[in-house]
């Protein structure tokens, strides 16, 4: 007799089945590497110490974390609540104007700490509005939400093309992208942070938006799991016939949802603007946005696994720029390879190892996954 379905812990399901999906992906990945003739163990070693063997890289996979954990916060969120936002990466982009109108106008007058604030608000208040069309749409007339923000992340690319070459770029310039920002609108690096515990770190983009991510994934988690807000979202994306059951509006819940939603994949376009490159550029988020709905997926849309995930793309991204270095067989696309196997066994295989360990749980203990023996069981 098969065993029945069970519930299972909340180390087992946020913990043990992303790390057994993990694992199969490098398994995988290996096998790629050994089919190009390179050894998979050291690439996987190559990989390890390019992301995490030094001060210098472990700053620069965390600048890298900082873009996954915004939009990985992003789709988190929207999830929560039974939408699927694939528009972070329009967001983001959309929500660069916010921050670099921020710092144009303030960058010689204000510091940073005064300035940083008002790019927060910018960013958030940027992303939020071009979330609020396509949450609209589905709210009030019945348009799918992945269909309109995958719409609306090509409406985006549009517009601040237009705005980098036509109206935004200082006379004279080639260049599609802003004037250089004065200090007052350039983050801090965070590098003596790592140079505190020993790592020396010569100079690498981490900053302050770091922290800000961090923050926003607690108060991520405080709004999901800690307020009215949060459990009618929750409610809304469980059992929508519940919500309108419970009085709940399906269109305020929808149209806060999203704007929250954009407002977190807005604040990703601190990071490279203020904390890099001090401009604004074509294409400055390069993918974050898709990027972040695998993390939110391998992070089972929860902000500590978010985090982890964030991590985990942000070593492969800075990891496998040292691997093609030092391996020349293993190309920038067999990395992207390794990504994408990443979000196979994440994502769309998910469940795959999800019965076996079901069923291994309620064997070996009921109680531990919710369920009580009856009498006579096992007699």
């Keep these: 007799m098969s065993a029945p379905y069970a519930k299972l812990p909340a180390w ?26 390179e050894n998979p163990l050291r690439a ?104 309109t923000t ?76 800690r307020t009215k807000l949060g459990y009618e979202m929750r409610t809304q994306g469980h059992s929508p016939k519940a919500a309108r059951y419970a009085g709940i509006s399906e269109a305020r819940i929808i149209i806060l949802n999203m704007m929250i939603s954009g407002a977190l994949a807005g604040m990703m376009a601190l990071n490279p603007i203020m904390g890099d490159q001090h401009h604004m550029a074509l294409d400055f988020v390069a993918g974050a946005g898709f990027v972040g709905i695998a993390v939110a997926l391998m992070g089972r849309s929860h902000p500590a696994g978010i985090v982890l995930a964030a991590i985990l793309f942000g070593m492969l991204y800075q990891g496998g720029a040292e691997l093609s270095f030092d391996m020349p067989n293993i190309s920038r696309d067999m990395i992207v390879i390794i990504q994408g196997l990443v979000i196979l066994f994440a994502g769309a295989l998910e469940h795959m190892f999800r019965p076996a360990v079901q069923a291994a749980f309620a064997a070996m203990s009921p109680r531990s996954v919710g369920m009580v023996a009856t009498k006579g069981e096992g007699a």
């Excluded at 920002?181 to 983009?205: C, T, Y």
């Design 12 to 37: 087992a399901d946020y913990g043990l089945i992303p790390l057994m999906n993990l694992f199969v992906a490098f398994i995988v990945a290996g096998l790629v590497v050994l089919l190009v003739g």
């Design 150 to 225: 995958i719409m609306f992340n090509f409406i985006a690319a549009s517009i601040m093309v237009y705005l980098l070459v036509d109206v935004l770029k200082p006379l004279g310039e080639m260049a599609p992208q802003t004037r250089g920002f004065a200090e007052g609108g350039q983050l801090p690096k965070l590098n003596f942070l790592l140079q505190a515990i020993g790592l020396h770190v010569r100079s690498a983009p981490l900053n302050v938006s770091f922290l800000l991510a961090l923050a926003m994934a607690y108060l991520v988690w405080l709004l999901i799991w």
């Design 44 to 147: 996987a070693v190559i990989l390890f110490e390019g992301a995490f063997g030094s001060g210098q890289n472990i700053a620069y996979t965390l600048f890298y974390a900082t873009n996954f954990i915004f939009t990985g916060l992003a789709v988190a969120v929207a999830v929560h609540c039974g939408l699927f936002n694939i528009g972070g990466e329009g967001q983001a982009y959309i929500a660069g104007l916010g921050v670099s109108l921020v710092a144009l106008t303030f960058d010689s007058i204000l510091p940073w700490w005064l300035t940083f604030p008002l790019a927060i608000l910018a960013a958030a208040l940027v992303g939020a509005l071009w979330a609020l069309i396509p949450a609209y749409l589905q709210a009030k007339r019945g348009s799918h939400i992945v269909i």
